[in-house]
Every structure is written in C-alpha cells, then in structure tokens.
C-alpha cells in the first residue's frame, strides 16, 4: 500500500490532508475531534488582535438544487481570547505528537507585534505558523490580511520579520485577490518563508434578496463583499497553483506548496498534488459534511495512489505541472472531432441544439440515416443527431452538454496540417505584415474554412 506520510517543509503528518484554518479548527474540542477521525494536520483558526464578529456572517451559494456549491463569508479572524487559544494549542499538541499542529496568525504590521506573537506560537509547541495574507474583508481595512498579500513589497517584509524571529517553518497564505498571483509568492520566498499556502477566499457578493432587495449575507440591513471558497472555486486555486508551480524562479527556491480550494474528494485532492501541491488543505467541505469525510479522502487517494503504482505522495507531487504551457505553444495543427456513440444516445438533442446555436452548426438530425429538416419532423418521430465530421472545429461542447457519460468522444484525428503554434505564425514578423496575416495564410494553405 502507498505510503500516505507527509513531510511539508520540514513538519510531518500521518497524511497529507490538514483543516485549513477556519471555523473547524477553532478550538480544541474540534481540533481533538478532527485528529480522533484520522486528520494529518490542522491549521488552527487564525488568532491575533481583538474582533467582533457581525451576524449573518455566511451566505451559501447553491446551484441546481445542490446546496453550498460554495460559502460566501464575512468572517474575521477568531474572536476567542488570544491566551485561551494559545492554552488549547499547547494541550492540543502534547495530545498528538504525530500530527502537524500549525498556528495561523495575523497581527498589525509592525516588527514588535509579529516577533511577540511567533514567541507566544512557538511557546505551545507548534510545529508551524502561517501568516494569513489572505483575509479580503474586515482585516484588510486596518491594513492586515489581503492588504498585505496585494503588495508583495510588504509581503517580503513581514515575512522576514517573521522569519527572522522563529525558529519553526514559516508558511506563507497567499491571497487570490491579485492580478497574478506569482508576484505575491515570489515576494514569500524572497522574504524566507519556508512554504506557501494557496488560496485563501475570493471577493464575492453571493446574491440579493429579491423581495427585501437586501445584500446576503445581510447584517442587519447591509451587507458586502466577502470571501468565496468551497467547490465553485477549485478551478481558480488550480490555476492559481499551476501558475505558481510552474514558475521558474519561484521553482527555484524548492519552497512547497499546501493547495487549498474546493477540496471535497480525494479526486479533487489528487488534481491539487498533480500540479505541484505537497499537501492538501479542507475548509467548505468540512464546514458542509463534518470530520467524517478524512475517511473516504485518505482511502481514494491511497486506492489511486496504488492504482498509479506510486508508492508515496511524494510521486505524484508535480507530475502535470510539465504539462503546463502557454496558448502560443499549443499545437495548432492537432484537430479532434466529436463522435457520437448512437447505441447509448437517448435522442434528446441537447447536442443538436448546443452545435446550431452555440457552436458550429455540424450536427444534423437525421431519420432513418437520412438528414431532415429540424422544420418538417413529424409529430412523434425521434430524429437521431449526426455529427458531419468534415465540418466540426472540435470545440467539444455537444460533449460537454450530453447527458450520457461517454456517449460523445472527442476524437483526434490525423490532418496533413504541417505542425504549427501561435508562436511560430507571429515569430517572423518581416515576412509578414501582420499576425493576422500570417493565421490567413496558414489557413488558406492548409484549407482550414472556420464558416
Ligand atoms: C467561514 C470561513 C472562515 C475562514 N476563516 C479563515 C481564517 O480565519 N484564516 C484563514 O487563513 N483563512 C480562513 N478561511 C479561508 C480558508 O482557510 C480557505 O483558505 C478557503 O476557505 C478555501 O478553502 P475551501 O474551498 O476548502 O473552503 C475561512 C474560510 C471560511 C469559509
Ligand atoms: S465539437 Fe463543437 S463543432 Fe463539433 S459537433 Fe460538437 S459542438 Fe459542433
Ligand atoms: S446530447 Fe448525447 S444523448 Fe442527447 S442526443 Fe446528443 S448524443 Fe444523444
């Protein structure tokens, strides 16, 4: 069987999977409670000067009946005593010596209140802190959480501060609420941060009340922006990740990463570790179905990881991140088509219509193998789409649209098309006038009519 152990920048875990910091993690009977279900780690819920919590703090975000497709928050940082947190962290560490017990932590920016806090974080037996850069809301305006992750000057000199004064891994929290997020991750590692963790929440409104046309979440008649996290925004910590993952001097300094965002299954935690990942880290998912859900995220991944023949995360760190390219190095001459497999079709032409109005008008409903007119169809005949391949672009989106898993394919097919990138049609810029000449003449060589 794989070998689940984790070693993130230095702090060990019986898995890779930790709570992020966040209302799970808040105080020591959840964080036990966390630990007795098998978490590997936990990033407790950031601590640090006083607050006052608002009420509605949460508003959900549902999509076609499922319920907190993701959770929009108004939320600060703990609003607990600092000492009774600290207290709670120590015991909860003599308690579970093998797991990562890690501190996050967000002061005001001077160099005093950052070195009192790592001494007070490194006095309960951590085994790391991460600074939360992250927070877009509240924080931000008394110049804390994202207003320090947008600037990845200040970046740099809070984790220096910071680095300088502990003697545990440091781990850096990177706000998503940038342009480019690289900038921000380069300014951790030039600062001396140990690791970097991404992403924290992104700007939001989740919704208005239509008949009280009030903001949600709505705190007594206002409301505003807050955090996004949950399923919805996988994609964007992936890209985020990606990006940081595959830059060259950010790479460089070998820091790991911890990738949060969407994590609710072990698939989503096998895509994080595939595009650089070391660790994974569970908010949402955690807030909507409980601790019990570390039971199927470790056996997924330890089947897949045996599946794979890996014999350790460690493996499979990275592996897609090769993969990554720029559009201007795709290669332009690969062609697929859509192929539909009429023994599983059940006629419901999702496909036709999506091709005819949303793409490009290559698939044709056809009775008897012949191709009809959608016009003339007659009451209580069940057409059959085709797809003309000579004509499709291979956009994929029929396939997207089938209700059928596996139904529509999207085929590659062989093309006398001589290989080619955007890079190579805008490279010579004295043999033509202009990019757009030299796509027209590509195309007109190699008959490619987009109608
Ligand atoms: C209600 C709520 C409160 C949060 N509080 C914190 C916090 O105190 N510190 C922090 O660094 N991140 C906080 N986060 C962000 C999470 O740690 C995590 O980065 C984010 O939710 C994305 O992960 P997910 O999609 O698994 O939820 C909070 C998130 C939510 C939903
Ligand atoms: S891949 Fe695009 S163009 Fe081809 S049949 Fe499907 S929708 Fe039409
Ligand atoms: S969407 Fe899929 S199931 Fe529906 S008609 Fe097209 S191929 Fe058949």
Same mark, same amino acid.
């Given at each position: 069987?794989?070998?689940?152990?984790?070693?993130?920048?230095?702090?060990?875990?019986?898995?890779?999977?930790?709570?992020?910091?966040?209302?799970?993690?808040?105080?020591?009977?959840?964080?036990?409670?966390?630990?007795?279900?098998?978490?590997?780690?936990?990033?407790?819920?950031?601590?640090?000067?006083?607050?006052?919590?608002?009420?509605?703090?949460?508003?959900?975000?549902?999509?076609?009946?499922?319920?907190?497709?993701?959770?929009?928050?108004?939320?600060?940082?703990?609003?607990?005593?600092?000492?009774?947190?600290?207290?709670?962290?120590?015991?909860?560490?003599?308690?579970?010596?093998?797991?990562? $017990?890690?501190?996050?932590?967000?002061?005001?920016?001077?160099?005093?209140?950052?070195? !009192?806090? $790592?001494?007070?974080?490194?006095?309960?037996?951590? +085994?790391?802190?991460?600074?939360?850069?992250?927070?877009?809301?509240?924080?931000?305006?008394?110049?804390?959480?994202?207003?320090?992750?947008? $600037?990845?000057?200040?970046?740099?000199?809070?984790?220096?501060?910071?680095?300088?004064? *502990?003697?545990?891994?440091?781990?850096?929290?990177?706000?998503?609420? $940038?342009? +480019?997020?690289?900038?921000?991750?380069?300014?951790?590692?030039?600062?001396?941060?140990?690791?970097?963790?991404?992403?924290?929440?992104?700007?939001?409104?989740?919704?208005?009340?239509?008949?009280?046309?009030?903001?949600? @979440?709505?705190?007594?008649?206002?409301?505003?922006?807050?955090?996004?996290?949950?399923?919805?925004?996988?994609?964007?910590?992936?890209?985020?990740?990606?990006?940081?993952?595959? !830059?060259?001097?950010?790479?460089?300094?070998?820091?790991?990463?911890?990738?949060?965002?969407?994590?609710?299954?072990?698939?989503?935690?096998?895509?994080?570790?595939?595009?650089?990942?070391?660790?994974?880290?569970?908010?949402?998912?955690?807030?909507?179905?409980?601790?019990?859900?570390?039971?199927?995220?470790?056996?997924?991944?330890?089947?897949?990881?045996?599946?794979?023949?890996?014999? *350790?995360?460690?493996?499979?760190?990275?592996?897609?991140?090769?993969?990554?390219? @720029?559009?201007?190095?795709?290669?332009?001459?690969?062609?697929?088509?859509?192929?539909?497999?009429?023994?599983?079709?059940?006629?419901?032409?999702?496909?036709?219509?999506?091709? !005819?109005?949303?793409?490009?008008?290559?698939?044709?409903?056809?009775?008897?193998?012949?191709?009809?007119?959608?016009?003339?169809?007659?009451?209580?005949?069940? @057409?059959?789409?085709?797809?003309?391949?000579? +004509?499709?672009?291979?956009?994929?989106?029929?396939?997207?649209?089938?209700?059928?898993?596996?139904?529509?394919?999207?085929?590659?097919?062989?093309?006398?098309?001589?290989?080619?990138?955007?890079?190579?049609?805008?490279?010579?810029?004295?043999?033509?006038?202009? +990019?757009?000449?030299?796509?027209?003449?590509?195309?007109?060589?190699?008959?490619?009519?987009?109608?």
């Amino acid at each position: 069987m794989a070998d689940l152990s984790s070693s993130f920048a230095g702090i060990t875990s019986p898995n890779p999977f930790w709570l992020a910091s966040a209302p799970p993690t808040n105080s020591a009977y959840q964080v036990n409670k966390a630990f007795e279900y098998g978490w590997g780690g936990a990033v407790w819920k950031t601590i640090g000067a006083p607050v006052l919590n608002a009420c509605n703090r949460y508003g959900g975000f549902e999509h076609g009946g499922h319920k907190l497709v993701a959770i929009n928050n108004v939320e600060l940082i703990s609003d607990r005593p600092l000492d009774a947190n600290l207290r709670e962290i120590t015991e909860v560490k003599a308690l579970w010596p093998d797991r990562a $017990v890690i501190v996050s932590a967000m002061v005001e920016s001077s160099p005093e209140a950052w070195r !009192d806090i $790592v001494r007070r974080i490194e006095d309960t037996g951590a +085994d790391g802190i991460e600074l939360n850069y992250g927070c877009p809301h509240g924080m931000s305006e008394r110049g804390m959480g994202s207003a320090v992750g947008q $600037v990845p000057e200040y970046c740099t000199m809070i984790t220096g501060w910071v680095a300088e004064a *502990a003697s545990i891994p440091v781990i850096v929290k990177l706000t998503p609420n $940038v342009t +480019d997020i690289v900038p921000p991750a380069r300014a951790a590692l030039a600062g001396g941060a140990d690791a970097v963790s991404l992403i924290n929440t992104i700007n939001s409104i989740v919704g208005v009340d239509l008949d009280t046309f009030e903001i949600r @979440p709505n705190v007594g008649g206002k409301g505003g922006h807050g955090g996004f996290a949950g399923p919805a925004v996988r994609p964007i910590a992936l890209h985020m990740l990606s990006a940081v993952a595959s !830059d060259p001097t950010f790479a460089e300094g070998g820091l790991p990463i911890s990738g949060i965002g969407g994590v609710q299954t072990w698939r989503d935690a096998a895509e994080f570790l595939l595009l650089g990942a070391s660790n994974v880290q569970v908010c949402t998912a955690v807030m909507h179905y409980g601790f019990r859900i570390i039971e199927d995220l470790v056996d997924g991944l330890s089947n897949w990881l045996d599946a794979k023949g890996a014999s *350790a995360v460690r493996d499979i760190v990275g592996v897609s991140v090769p993969r990554i390219s @720029p559009f201007g190095d795709f290669d332009l001459s690969f062609k697929s088509v859509a192929r539909i497999d009429e023994t599983s079709c059940i006629q419901c032409n999702l496909c036709y219509v999506a091709c !005819d109005e949303g793409a490009h008008q290559c698939i044709d409903l056809t009775v008897d193998g012949a191709r009809i007119d959608p016009a003339t169809l007659a009451d209580g005949v069940t @057409p059959q789409p085709k797809v003309r391949e000579g +004509d499709c672009v291979g956009c994929d989106l029929c396939s997207l649209v089938c209700p059928v898993d596996g139904c529509i394919t999207m085929v590659s097919v062989a093309t006398d098309r001589p290989k080619v990138t955007w890079n190579d049609l805008v490279r010579d810029r004295s043999e033509v006038t202009t +990019d757009w000449d030299a796509m027209l003449a590509y195309r007109e060589e190699n008959g490619i009519d987009i109608h």
